[in-house]
């Protein structure tokens, strides 16, 4: 079973660190809207008229990009708050209160619009495509975020379960990020995050009996610890100048070019999924270490703002992909309609969901953070 993506697992839209601000649209964000269309593509890939992991394994593996947006929140935050920590501008309660609050409104929203969606189509007499994700005892639990806490919970808004997982890292992250300050040995703490990681799927192997990334959407605190703190760790050495800026390139190159490796392999036809995932995980970790190491000497608007969208787009795709597919769906059962056509409607599905990020994203979701930023600094 893989994981579905997060992205987002979206966290801040911060980019300050112990006082300095950090430039937007570099590396970092340019990966972050990559993983983002990796994430939209892997949901809607199951709509295609035909796997699309037929034609290349990578579009298979939507869980790396989750793995990759939970290890970014902890590298994110650490760079944000990591000094207000440490000097004690913010505690644990008011950053934990400040978190939620940027993710749980959207979230909110969007399940609203997803039960009433859900409640239309069945007034209708249609049922909403794949109806047995929508079971409305689930809904409480993904309302109040705790349905990665070992409640179970498949359906509705599937992705939030990373955040439900977050929100458990978001009230740990002062205590590990003053764990991490206490190592003076720089090069410790990746070796420490990458330990833990391995740890954790020894745990799940041993527990559930499944390979980390494998783990059912109810049991996500686990999964999302692991790489929350690895992120926190590559945050905090960062933060201690490490590594060098030559390294730090090394590393970025180094860890794209054992991704892309890596991604060829079948998963499933190696003896343990460990063997395909452990590579992949740590040209990751390579890959945020030495691109957040490095300057961003030549920022990009576009890619900012692509970065910008992916929260909107991590928590509104499955809303869009409800109504779209419900319709493409309905259409082809009653009208025969050609494969090539059947493709068109299939990408014409992607600049949907975009669009509908940005429009949640500009009237819905930056209006209300907006709102609640005065509240939140008092």
Same mark, same amino acid.
């Given at each position: 079973?893989? /994981?579905?993506?997060?992205?987002?697992?979206?966290?801040?839209?911060?980019?300050?660190?112990?006082?300095?601000?950090?430039?937007?649209?570099?590396?970092? &964000?340019?990966?972050?809207? !990559?993983?983002?269309?990796?994430?939209?593509?892997?949901?809607?890939?199951?709509?295609? *008229?035909?796997?699309?992991?037929r034609?290349?394994?990578?579009?298979?593996?939507?869980?790396?990009?989750?793995?990759?947006?939970?290890?970014?929140?902890?590298?994110?935050?650490?760079?944000?708050?990591?000094?207000?920590?440490l000097?004690?501008?913010?505690?644990?309660?008011?950053?934990?209160?400040?978190?939620? /609050?940027?993710?749980?409104?959207?979230?909110?929203?969007?399940?609203?619009?997803?039960?009433?969606?859900v409640?239309?189509?069945?007034?209708?007499?249609? &049922?909403?495509?794949?109806?047995?994700?929508?079971?409305? &005892?689930?809904? *409480?639990?993904?309302a109040?975020?705790?349905?990665?806490?070992g409640?179970?919970?498949?359906?509705?808004?599937?992705?939030?379960?990373?955040?439900?997982? @977050?929100?458990?890292?978001?009230?740990?992250?002062?205590?590990?990020?003053?764990?991490?300050?206490?190592?003076?040995?720089?090069?410790?703490?990746?070796?420490?995050?990458l330990?833990? !990681?391995?740890?954790?799927?020894?745990? /799940?192997?041993?527990?559930?009996?499944?390979?980390?990334?494998?783990?059912?959407?109810q049991?996500?605190?686990?999964?999302?610890?692991?790489?929350? +703190?690895?992120?926190?760790?590559?945050?905090?050495?960062?933060?201690?100048?490490?590594?060098?800026?030559?390294?730090a390139?090394?590393?970025?190159?180094?860890?794209?070019?054992?991704?892309?490796?890596?991604? *060829?392999?079948?998963?499933? /036809?190696?003896?343990?999924?460990?063997?395909?995932?452990?590579?992949? @995980?740590?040209? +990751?970790?390579? +890959?945020?270490?030495?691109?957040?190491? @490095?300057?961003?000497k030549?920022?990009?608007?576009?890619?900012?703002?692509?970065?910008?969208?992916?929260?909107?787009?991590?928590?509104?795709?499955?809303?869009?992909?409800?109504?779209?597919?419900?319709?493409?769906?309905?259409?082809?059962?009653?009208?025969?309609?050609?494969?090539?056509?059947?493709?068109?409607?299939?990408?014409?599905?992607?600049?949907?969901?975009?669009?509908?990020?940005?429009?949640?994203?500009?009237?819905?979701?930056?209006?209300?953070?907006?709102?609640?930023?005065?509240?939140?600094?008092?």
């Amino acid at each position: 079973m893989t /994981a579905p993506p997060t992205p987002s697992a979206p966290t801040s839209s911060e980019t300050a660190s112990a006082g300095k601000e950090v430039v937007r649209g570099g590396a970092l &964000d340019f990966l972050r809207f !990559l993983a983002s269309l990796l994430i939209v593509v892997y949901h809607y890939g199951a709509e295609s *008229p035909m796997r699309i992991e037929r034609f290349a394994q990578v579009f298979s593996r939507g869980f790396l990009a989750t793995d990759f947006f939970l290890m970014l929140s902890g590298y994110v935050l650490g760079r944000a708050y990591g000094g207000s920590v440490l000097k004690g501008h913010i505690s644990t309660p008011r950053f934990w209160v400040r978190r939620a /609050a940027r993710v749980w409104p959207g979230h909110l929203v969007v399940l609203a619009m997803l039960a009433v969606l859900v409640l239309i189509l069945n007034s209708f007499g249609t &049922d909403a495509h794949k109806p047995s994700r929508f079971a409305w &005892d689930q809904l *409480p639990t993904q309302a109040l975020l705790i349905h990665a806490w070992g409640f179970p919970s498949d359906g509705w808004n599937l992705p939030s379960w990373s955040l439900s997982a @977050l929100i458990v890292c978001y009230a740990l992250f002062p205590l590990f990020w003053r764990t991490a300050s206490k190592v003076r040995h720089v090069w410790l703490l990746p070796l420490f995050g990458l330990a833990l !990681l391995a740890a954790f799927e020894v745990l /799940a192997e041993v527990v559930f009996d499944h390979a980390l990334a494998d783990l059912q959407f109810q049991f996500g605190v686990v999964r999302a610890l692991p790489l929350f +703190i690895l992120g926190v760790c590559l945050a905090r050495a960062v933060d201690m100048r490490w590594p060098s800026e030559g390294a730090a390139k090394a590393l970025l190159w180094g860890g794209v070019a054992l991704l892309v490796v890596t991604q *060829p392999l079948d998963r499933y /036809a190696l003896p343990k999924p460990w063997m395909f995932d452990a590579p992949s @995980l740590l040209a +990751i970790a390579m +890959i945020v270490l030495g691109a957040g190491r @490095l300057p961003v000497k030549r920022p990009q608007a576009w890619i900012e703002e692509g970065a910008k969208l992916s929260f909107a787009l991590f928590i509104t795709h499955i809303f869009v992909g409800v109504i779209y597919w419900s319709a493409i769906h309905k259409l082809i059962d009653t009208v025969p309609i050609g494969i090539g056509w059947q493709w068109l409607m299939w990408l014409a599905g992607f600049p949907l969901a975009y669009g509908a990020a940005w429009l949640f994203h500009t009237y819905i979701d930056q209006p209300i953070q907006d709102r609640l930023r005065p509240l939140l600094r008092r």
